[in-house]
C-alpha cells in the first residue's frame, strides 16, 4: 500500500524527519530576520527556500499521515495551562510563521515523532509490516445534502479523516432515483456510514429521512455491505430495512457522545 519494502519505507520516514530539521533551521534564521529588521523585508532568498520546504514537506506528510496512524505514533498534543489540543504536524508546517508562539515547539515535537515512527518501523515483524501492503478500506458516506447539516455532516468527515480509510460520498440527488454513480460507490465500498437527519415532515407531523438517503441503504444492504447507522434522535425510522446494522443515535447540537461511539465502533470494525 505505501512501500514496497519496509527499507524502503524508512527511508523515506528519515528523509521526512531529516527534511524537517533542515526546514526548523530554515525557518529560525527566517524568524530571526525579520526581528531584527522590523519593518522591512526578510530577504526573497530566505522567504522562498522557506515556502517551498514548507510546501514539500505538507506534501509529503499528506502521504505519510496514515501511515503514523497505523503505526501509532503520537501526531496530537495538548498544551500545557490552558488545554489546547494540537495537531503536531499541521501546527509544525502552518504558513503562519512570526507570531505563531506553537510552530517551534511543534516542529520540535514533529521531529521527534517523525524519530518515533523510524524506530516503530524498525519494530515491525514481518506479518506486521504485510498489514501496509493491504488496500485501504473503502468507506462511503451517505447523507443528505440540506444546508442546515454541512456542519455536522462535515465534522463526522473529518473525524473518519483520521482513521485509515479512503472516503466517498454520494451527490447531491437529481432524480427520483439512486444513480449508476453512487450505486457503483456503494458497491466498491467495504462500509457504509449513513446520516439518517430529519428531512421530510410527515402528515402527522414526525420525521423520516429522505426516501433518497432510504434506498441508497436499500441498496448497500442488498450488496451486502457492513453498515452503520447514524440516527438523528426524533427521526421516525423504520429498523428493519437495514437489518443488524449498527446504530449510533445523535443530537444535531451536540454531538460529542455519538463521535465518541463512533470511534470505539470504528476501532473494533477496522481491527
Same mark, same amino acid.
Not at 39 to 54: C, P, Q, Y
Not at 169 to 183: H, L, Q
Given at each position: ?124 515483524? =514481518?506479518?506486521? $509490516?504485510?498489514?501496509?501492503?493491504? %488496500? *485501504?478500506?473503502?468507506? @462511503? &458516506? ?73 434506498? =441508497?441503504?436499500? $441498496?448497500?444492504?442488498?450488496?451486502? %455491505? *457492513?453498515?452503520?447507522? @447514524? &440516527? ?40
Amino acid at each position: 500500500m505505501f512501500m514496497e519494502d519496509k527499507k524502503g519505507l524508512k527511508e523515506r520516514i528519515v528523509s521526512f524527519r531529516d527534511g524537517l530539521k533542515e526546514y526548523r533551521v530554515v525557518w529560525i534564521e527566517l524568524k530571526k530576520e525579520a526581528y531584527n529588521h522590523r519593518g522591512r523585508e526578510v530577504r526573497k532568498s530566505l522567504s522562498d527556500k522557506e515556502e517551498k520546504m514548507r510546501e514539500r514537506l505538507t506534501e509529503e506528510w499528506g502521504r505519510l499521515r496514515k501511515i503514523f496512524h497505523y503505526l501509532g505514533v503520537c501526531v496530537m498534543t495538548i498544551t500545557p495551562g490552558i488545554g489546547y489540543r494540537q495537531h503536531i504536524f499541521e501546527e509544525a508546517l502552518s504558513g503562519q510563521l512570526i507570531h505563531n508562539i506553537l510552530k517551534g515547539e511543534s516542529l520540535v515535537n514533529a521531529i521527534s515523532s517523525a524519530t518515533q515512527a523510524i524506530g516503530e518501523v524498525e519494530s515491525l515483524t =514481518e506479518t506486521e $509490516f504485510n498489514r501496509f501492503t493491504q %488496500k *485501504t478500506p473503502n468507506l @462511503f &458516506l451517505a447523507h443528505s445534502f440540506r444546508e442546515e447539516n454541512e456542519k455536522m455532516v462535515a465534522r463526522i468527515k473529518k473525524l473518519l479523516e483520521s482513521f485509515p480509510l479512503s472516503i466517498t460520498t454520494g451527490e447531491k440527488p437529481t432524480t427520483k432515483y439512486v444513480s449508476e454513480k453512487v450505486k457503483k460507490l456503494i458497491a466498491d465500498s467495504d462500509y457504509v456510514l449513513v446520516i439518517l437527519t430529519k428531512d421530510e415532515e410527515q402528515k402527522d407531523k414526525s420525521w423520516q429521512p429522505s426516501k433518497w438517503l432510504n434506498d =441508497e441503504l436499500a $441498496f448497500a444492504l442488498g450488496k451486502g %455491505k *457492513t453498515i452503520i447507522r @447514524f &440516527l438523528e434522535k426524533g427521526v421516525d425510522y423504520k429498523p428493519a430495512i437495514s437489518g443488524d446494522s449498527e446504530y449510533i443515535p445523535f443530537n444535531k447540537d451536540n454531538l460529542t457522545d455519538a463521535l465518541i461511539k463512533l470511534v470505539q465502533l470504528l476501532n473494533t470494525v477496522l481491527k
